[in-house]
């Protein structure tokens, strides 16, 4: 009998260990407050290293979700820019996560997706996707039109096709319009 209940346990915590995130979570069923943290550590990073001020001009940027006060601006991706070369108008959705399951990494869930496909015209929307290592300091970093993977899954093999190498940072206007043209 106690093998049973040990059983059932474990098969619990199993199944709630490894299931899969909301895109407001850090897999591993973490507090909000900490996946919130990971995020805006994450979305700093973005901004600082990837498009930082000297390259694109900040619109907007999302702030913090907080259930008491619902703001409807956080329905907008983390970010828009301007690049400050082109003039170019564009959204940007930072997303972190510390690994991939089966060679695959859910990166946002349905409701995210359609909203993000929706934005998606006439502005473009990339996805900046850390894996691994650190919010402040990914192991690999991927940037994506969300038109070019339009799932909530996506492969490891089509996301090495947007791996951005972090040495050449920050991404420059050239490059990051030359995503749209990658398959």
């Known amino acids: 009998?106690?093998?049973?209940?040990?059983?059932?346990?474990?098969?619990?915590?199993?199944?709630?260990f490894g299931r899969k995130s909301s895109g407001n979570e850090i897999e591993f069923g973490s507090s909000?407050?900490?996946?919130?943290?990971?995020?805006?550590?994450?979305?700093?990073?973005?901004?600082?290293?990837?498009?930082?001020?000297?390259?694109?001009?900040?619109?907007?940027?999302?702030?913090?979700?907080?259930?008491?006060?619902?703001?409807?601006?956080?329905?907008?991706?983390?970010?828009e820019f301007t690049s400050r070369n082109s003039h170019k108008n564009f959204f940007i959705e930072a997303k972190f996560r510390s690994n991939a399951f089966g060679g695959m990494v859910n990166w946002c869930n349905e409701s995210q997706l359609k909203r993000y496909l929706h934005l998606n015209n006439p502005k473009v929307v990339f996805i900046v996707l850390g894996l691994g290592g650190l919010p402040s300091d990914p192991t690999r970093l991927f940037i994506f039109p969300v038109r070019k993977i339009p799932f909530t899954d996506a492969f490891l093999s089509k996301l090495a096709?947007?791996?951005?190498?972090?040495?050449?940072?920050?991404?420059?206007d050239k490059d990051l319009w030359a995503l749209l043209k990658r398959n």
């Not at 009998?1 to 709630?16: A, E, V």
């Not at 096709?161 to 420059?172: A, Y």
């Open 1 to 16: 009998m106690l093998f049973i209940i040990l059983l059932i346990i474990l098969f619990y915590l199993l199944w709630d």
């Open 32 to 79: 909000s407050q900490y996946a919130s943290e990971i995020g805006r550590g994450f979305e700093d990073y973005v901004r600082v290293r990837v498009f930082p001020k000297k390259d694109y001009i900040l619109i907007h940027r999302t702030g913090d979700y907080r259930a008491d006060d619902y703001d409807v601006s956080l329905q907008k991706p983390d970010f």
């Open 161 to 172: 096709l947007f791996e951005i190498d972090q040495k050449s940072l920050p991404i420059s």
